[in-house]
């Protein structure tokens, strides 16, 4: 059972079914304790689409081979959480020097309770953000200068004081923001006054998706509200299966043409009809491990993306597929645990484990090309404890969605640095200190890709 207050701040995880299940804080990706469970799972309920002897390794086949990448656009506008709404941009044309220009503070950081963890967008001339405490913040996107900040919690809300999470989108010279207040909300852009406001039943932890006049959001009992983009009222709703074992982050859905995927904490991801919410599929990604117990929480919190009539989603239960946006027919899919997006580009995909392991696949057959480890050389320590007696073990750094600059992959991660790699081969190009950890992938508009940290920073990278 989800709790509303204080267990918000990490992870709803009660009822596995297994008792003495202790994983609230290994699922936490801003935790830094050790989250390998010594616990059995027991078998699950769905039909695993993995063999059981699939291993990640590269392709014999695919050693050599060159493969096709988008030619990088400079973006005008980066309006929704993925860039689009099929959550998928290609290759972008900026930040050429990868150096600092400046940072700035944007508002709350992370603390007991509360953590920064919408994904920033950017439009006309001006980068937004969300912080801790659900407050959004439009920025200059050359100086970083505050324009004006609007909160989401209505002030009468006690029932949520400590509500995380949300997210924002932009489009029609407007801002469309959720929260964990239980509040959907019309800001205008250049000045920061609310249109209008909706309240919802259930917070909502994931950033919306705005497409053809709806606003679309999953909420925190696996329900997938819509609402039109003029009034704010309420539209369709689609119940996905009830799951009471959530990561703290969670997806936004993926729009192409009258189509929406969604994906939810239980595993699925389901195709909509985007005018009325007819079922069109629906897949579960899952598979239950009898060595790990997190395969238990089936939860997809990294976005959909939608990429040249394939859709791609990774699961927290070990499953990174390609299903065909039209028939909801798996195409491939690979053994991966993930709690980011995917990034479709060219003749390949890339994913981040969350492991660290950053794996490009073939877009077509799912074969990998190569596989380069974040944490390579990583080793757990204890934190707290007295004389090496006792504390807990530091997880793994988690690492954040890819963003393509040119041939370059730009992640970040709580290491507090981005790390540029080569999208070829996959070599460490450049490391370079935020100063600030951050899961959040990067986002890019002119000739600019902006980060924000945990500590509440914009980073804007020329």
């Known amino acids: 059972m989800i709790r509303r207050n204080t267990i918000l701040a990490a992870v709803a995880v009660a009822a596995l079914g297994m008792a003495g299940c202790s994983t609230v804080s290994r699922l936490n990706p801003f935790d830094k304790k050790d989250d390998t469970p010594a ?6 309920q ?3 689409i993995i063999a059981a002897d699939q291993v990640l390794e590269p392709a014999e086949a695919l050693k050599g081979v060159d493969f096709a990448l988008p030619t990088p656009v400079k973006l005008d506008a980066w309006p929704l959480p993925g860039g689009s709404p099929e959550q998928s941009v290609g290759a972008v044309d900026a930040a050429p020097n990868l150096d600092i220009a400046w940072r700035k503070n944007f508002g709350q950081a992370n603390k007991r309770g509360r953590y920064v963890t919408a994904p920033p967008i950017a439009a006309d001339g001006k980068v937004f953000a969300m912080d801790a405490d659900g407050r959004v913040v439009a920025m200059d996107a050359r100086s970083g200068s505050q324009v004006w900040r609007t909160g989401t919690n209505p002030g009468d809300n006690k029932r949520d004081k400590l509500g995380f999470g949300g997210g924002i989108a932009f489009a029609d010279g407007k801002i469309y923001a959720v929260s964990g207040h239980r509040q959907v909300l019309q800001i205008d852009a250049k000045t920061g006054a609310v249109g209008w406001r909706t309240k919802t039943s259930e917070a909502i932890h994931g950033a919306p998706t705005v497409s053809g006049g709806r606003v679309f959001a999953v909420a925190l009992d696996n329900t997938l509200l819509t609402f039109d983009a003029a009034t704010g009222a309420p539209s369709w709703t689609y119940q996905a299966l009830s799951e009471s074992a959530r990561i703290l982050s969670a997806s936004s859905p993926a729009v192409s043409g009258d189509t929406v995927v969604a994906a939810f904490g239980s595993g699925e991801l389901v195709a909509l009809r985007a005018s009325n919410g007819n079922d069109l599929w629906n897949e579960a990604l899952s598979r239950a491990s009898r060595t790990s117990a997190l395969s238990e929480i089936r939860d997809i919190p990294g976005r959909p993306v939608i990429y040249q009539g394939d859709v791609f989603a990774v699961s927290h239960s070990g499953v990174f597929a390609a299903t065909d946006l039209r028939t909801g027919q798996a195409r491939w899919s690979l053994p991966v645990v993930g709690v980011t997006a995917p990034l479709p580009a060219g003749d390949v995909v890339y994913v981040v484990s ?9 877009r077509e057959s799912g074969q990998i090309y190569w596989m380069k480890n974040l944490n390579e050389g990583f080793k757990a320590k204890k934190k ?8 807990q073990k530091q997880n793994r750094p988690i690492w954040s969605s890819p963003l393509l600059a040119g041939e370059r992959l730009l992640i970040v991660g709580q290491t507090g640095e ?15 200190s935020l100063k600030g950890a951050s899961t959040i992938a990067p986002i890019a508009m002119g000739d600019m890709v902006y980060v924000i940290t945990q500590e509440a920073d914009l980073i804007a990278i020329r």
């Open 39 to 44: 616990e059995l799972a027991g078998e699950g």
């Open 46 to 48: 769905r039909i695993s």
């Open 354 to 362: 969350k492991n660290g392991e950053v794996i490009c696949a073939s």
């Open 384 to 391: 707290g404890g007295v004389f090496g007696l006792g504390g």
């Open 418 to 432: 981005l790390v540029a790699l080569n999208a070829k081969t996959g070599e460490v190009i450049k490391r370079l």
